[in-house]
């Protein structure tokens, strides 16, 4: 029964992750215009279920740290209710944070649970150390870098852009308009109104405006290559995203030696893509729309230095967080373009810190009580 239990409970932390996580990787096709929500998400959840495929295959080392293998000693590690404090303490916190709207890091969230169930199980017997190396190290450099690497490239490529003579269309709208004449038939009669059919240019709203950029490469119209790669790149994070978070997650059911590490991934997967489909929207609009305005070739760029990052690390088994790269990398452009939200970076800032001590507690609360009512 315990293990069901523990089975259950991994699956609605991959859920809460889908629901917080899938639409990160697709959130500037959708904020730059390249498509609507619908083919935003489907992309998202095609790519990141492909990921998390890959992931039975190339990232074996990232199941074995989030099993909790040399934060606490080997007996532990093989409870039933070890691992289910972990799953639901990671689950809860990022289930409130995606019914707010807070993108927050699922990594960050899990070890933030492994380190409460971890100090109520064996105290000062954690291995501090670790944690700190091996988790949390690599949690607060990576967005530093990748708003570091998104500035620098992006600056690149618009150097580039402009040697190759592409150009940014602006936002007017022509077109005709029926504009209301009042005329005098007679001077001791009625006033008739006539509609008379007139030219009009319109200076759009900044929140309504989509750039397209305009011009050709080797004979090709530059938007229709710039779409394509945005998509690329987009899948190319959401698959980086299933290659990365899924084996975290899975590494919670390694006690349940019965059950094939495959099925237990292939599992994961099928719950984060549910997640993503039924809950995303709210983290997605956050995502997309207010941190910064971005165009397709911004988005195209903060995209790549994402899926770059996050492949980068999964192969080497460093539990980097998709989330904080992805918010990295778009605050980056958001500089170079002047125009990022900080009140709301403030606001995602202080929802990364209380993630930690949130997750700690929750699963701490919950080991205690399974331990209570063992």
């Given amino acids: 029964m315990i293990l069901i239990v523990l089975f259950l ?34 992309w998202a959840t095609v790519t990141t279920i492909s990921g998390s495929i890959a992931a039975i295959f190339l990232a074996s080392s990232l199941v074995k740290n989030f099993s909790g293998k040399g934060l606490v000693p080997d007996t532990l590690i093989q409870s039933p209710e070890f691992a289910i404090s972990i799953a639901l303490g990671a689950a809860i916190t990022i289930f409130i944070a995606t019914k707010i709207g807070m ?10 649970a492994l380190f409460g169930s971890g ?23 990576s967005p530093i870098m990748a708003a570091i690497i998104s500035l620098i490239v992006y600056s690149i490529f618009k150097k580039i852009r402009i040697v190759l003579g592409v150009t940014k269309e602006t936002c007017i709208s022509i077109g005709d308009e029926k504009i209301p004449v009042i005329k005098t038939i007679n001077a001791n009669e009625f006033l008739a109104v006539k509609a008379e059919s007139q030219k009009t240019i319109t200076i759009m709203n900044k ?7 305009k011009g050709s490469f080797i004979g090709i119209n530059s938007q229709k290559i710039l779409d394509s790669a945005h998509y690329l790149s987009a899948g190319i994070v959401s698959f980086a995203r299933g290659l990365n978070d899924t084996p975290k997650i899975v590494g919670l059911l390694i006690v349940i030696n019965t059950l094939d590490i495959k099925w237990g991934m292939i599992a994961v997967a099928a719950a984060m893509a549910i997640g993503g489909l039924l809950n995303a929207k709210k983290v997605g609009e956050l995502m ?20 770059l990052l996050v492949t980068t690390a999964s192969v080497h088994g460093l539990p980097v967080s998709t989330t904080h790269i992805s918010v990295g990398a778009i605050f980056g452009i958001g500089t170079v373009t002047k125009k990022a939200n900080l009140k709301v970076i403030r606001n995602i800032l202080l929802s990364w810190l209380l993630t930690l001590p949130v997750a700690a507690i929750c699963s701490a609360i919950i080991y205690w009580l399974l331990l209570f009512f063992k």
């Fill in 207 to 213: 929140q309504e405006c989509i750039e397209t950029y």
């Fill in 103 to 112: 993108p927050i890091s699922t990594t960050h969230s899990l070890v933030g």
């Fill in 119 to 141: 100090v109520v199980a064996v105290g000062t017997a954690f291995n501090f150390t670790k944690l700190g190396n091996t988790f949390l190290l690599p949690l607060i450099v």
């Fill in 288 to 307: 997309s729309k207010k941190i910064t305005p971005m165009n397709s070739g911004q988005g195209f760029t903060a995209n790549l230095i994402t899926g």
């Fill in 9 to 42: 409970a991994t699956c609605f932390l991959a859920y809460s992750n889908g629901a917080n996580d899938n639409f990160k990787g697709v959130s500037t096709l959708f904020g730059s215009g390249t498509t609507n929500y619908k083919g935003a998400i489907t």
